[in-house]
């Protein structure tokens, strides 16, 4: 278990050195020579770990648990779990996760990688976007502004402030979330389409909350959302590399 430092002077340090085993890691020139192998001086037994815990435990200010209402159990186990879970879910491979337990090989991290609510939101978002790219729900045109979009003059044509709507006559639909996926939608440059998109996936778990046929119908829609997003960034970035260009030009 990763313990974490404290800072001793050398005359503690040293009265430590003498005892069983020392409680934390210590100021010792002995530091450096842990990046090439580990060291006796900074190893403690399971029993001592055990001692220490449960010592711990017995704090007036120990964290009580929200569903026994009793003080929380610690254990070397529970702090090993919640460390790999942790890396797991922000994205670490199996050697970095390994690497930071301390472990030889990776087999025993694998089941740190068990899908959890987090994960799964990080492989939702990833997968997003490619699916985004593929499905190709929006068939709409992104514009620059007002001026370049038809029906750009016209206050009841306009979608909030992220879009105009091309089309002749109102669709009396759920502006602006059924939108994306309308091939009269189009979406402005400079708009704010991240925030849409948070409202749309909200929308979504709600649905699927009570009705989760009904509740993946807004798919698309997101999948349209995110696809303009990503044309909006392409197009952000187009337009800042041409601007670099121009200013090592002049």
């Known amino acids: 278990m990763p313990l974490f430092r404290k800072k ?4 503690a340090a040293e009265a430590w050195k003498r005892r069983w085993n020392p409680p934390v890691l210590l100021d010792s020139p002995l530091q450096k020579a842990l990046e090439d192998a580990p060291q006796p ?12 815990l449960h ?3 017995r704090m007036e200010s120990f964290p009580i648990s929200p569903r026994t209402h009793q003080p929380l159990k610690v254990a070397g186990h529970r702090f090993r779990h919640t460390l790999g879970t942790d890396l797991s879910n922000a994205g670490l491979s199996e050697f970095a996760i390994a690497r930071a337990l301390m472990h030889s ?6 089941k740190y990688r068990a899908v959890s609510t987090e994960l799964l939101a990080l492989i939702d978002a990833k997968m997003n976007d490619h699916m985004a790219l593929i499905v190709n729900a929006f068939t709409g045109i992104i514009v620059t502004d007002l001026t370049s979009a038809i029906n750009g003059d016209r206050a ?19 502006a ?4 994306y996926a309308c091939g009269k939608f189009q979406p402005l440059l400079h708009a704010n389409h991240r925030e ?8 979504r778990e709600q649905t699927i909350a009570t009705d989760k046929t009904t509740g993946v119908l807004w798919d698309r829609a997101i999948l349209a959302c995110r696809k303009v997003i990503l044309d909006c960034e392409a197009m952000h970035r187009s337009s800042d590399s041409r601007a670099q260009k ?3 030009s002049v």
């Open 105 to 110: 090989d990776t087999r025993t991290v694998r």
């Open 55 to 57: 010592h711990i435990e």
């Open 156 to 174: 009841d044509r306009l979608i909030e402030d992220v879009a105009v709507c091309g089309a002749t006559t109102a669709c009396l639909l759920d």
């Open 196 to 203: 849409v998109l948070e409202r749309l996936e909200r929308r």
């Open 246 to 248: 121009n200013d090592r």
């Open 176 to 179: 602006p979330y059924t939108c």
């Open 8 to 11: 001793l002077d050398h005359d």
């Open 41 to 52: 001086l900074f190893h403690v037994g399971s029993g001592t770990v055990k001692q220490w």
